[in-house]
């Protein structure tokens, strides 16, 4: 069984993306510089942000972070998305999710100018990405992507199972797995909440990629032999015998399910890492398009 260590490979990435940066410190350009937008103070969201603004920090990228209060209202969020948008200054901005109940999702991040939709969420960029165009991938399916190719996993001809289809992970990894070119080509069941006898689905599947946020769903009975598991999901269970009082688990049961792969992702250190690996990687592109664009 080969671990699938997204710990490492993010850690690869960000010294690549810090030697390009560098180059564009030694040639007198301007470095890349990522916004991110958090609305009211969650504390999962409080602490992904942090880690977006220490990892701006590794590669030398430049980072801002707009905190606004709990009781924002749309129309206040959505005044600062123009100004963002507007400001030639930064290249790619996010917008932390979950927003406050009294803000529609979807309306803010269209809002978001497709040039610097870094997390990939924009239709433009969506539907560019179904169509095999150049553009922004969503960070975590890009990341898993990447995790593909370094180890060098086939994926050509392969059955791929799809466990969620949210917009951020299990649809983009359902369109991305089954494109030409690799990782891709592989053959692609989209699996979700109505579907039935998943486990005789499953169990057929060469490489099974769940984002489902239910805490050890698969088990080693759902898995065939030599199978490739990429576990996406993260949810905090309540732990006493921990120090922060719960413990981070994934959809997989790890510990029966590893026993019978070829390749599996840990949770934490196997996907999460990725995601802000590939927001950097995007935010890097972003610079290079604006310069680009700039010089035309």
């Known amino acids: 069984m080969i671990l699938l260590d ?24 301007k470095v890349p510089h990522l916004a991110a937008v958090l609305v009211g103070d969650d504390g999962a969201s409080l602490t992904y942000v942090g880690s977006k603004v220490r990892s701006c920090e590794r590669v030398g990228f430049e980072s801002t972070l707009v905190r606004m209060s709990n009781t924002t209202s749309e ?64 960070a975590t399916p890009f990341g898993i992507l990447e995790l593909l190719e370094r180890y060098d996993v086939e994926t050509k001809g392969k059955h791929t199972v799809v466990i969620g289809r949210s917009h951020i992970v299990g649809r983009p990894m359902s369109i991305l797995m089954g494109r030409r070119g690799f990782p891709g080509n592989s053959t692609v069941t989209l699996t979700h909440s109505h579907t039935k006898n998943i486990t005789q689905i499953t169990c057929q599947a060469d490489i099974i990629i769940t984002a489902l946020g239910q805490p050890n769903f698969l088990k080693a009975e759902m898995v065939k032999d030599d199978a490739i598991v990429i576990d ?65």
């Open 232 to 296: 996406v999901g993260i949810t905090r269970v309540p732990d006493e015998t921990k120090k922060r009082g719960y413990r981070i688990t994934g959809d997989v049961d790890f510990e029966n399910v590893s026993k019978k792969t070829s390749h599996i992702t840990p949770v934490p250190g196997g996907v999460g890492p990725m995601t802000i690996a590939m927001l950097l990687k995007n935010t890097l592109l972003a610079r290079e398009r604006h310069l680009m664009a700039n010089r035309r």
């Open 6 to 29: 997204g710990k490492k490979v993010s850690n690869d990435i960000k010294d690549e993306i810090a030697a390009e940066v560098q180059k564009m410190k030694d040639r007198g350009e």
């Open 75 to 138: 129309l206040e969020l959505l005044k600062k998305i123009h100004e963002l948008n507007d400001n030639d200054d930064i290249d790619g901005f996010i917008i932390q999710l979950p927003l406050p109940p009294q803000i529609n999702t979807q309306k803010v991040l269209m809002a978001v100018h497709p040039d610097k939709d870094v997390d990939g969420f924009h239709p433009e960029n969506f539907g560019k990405m179904a169509l095999d165009m150049s553009t922004f991938i969503p």
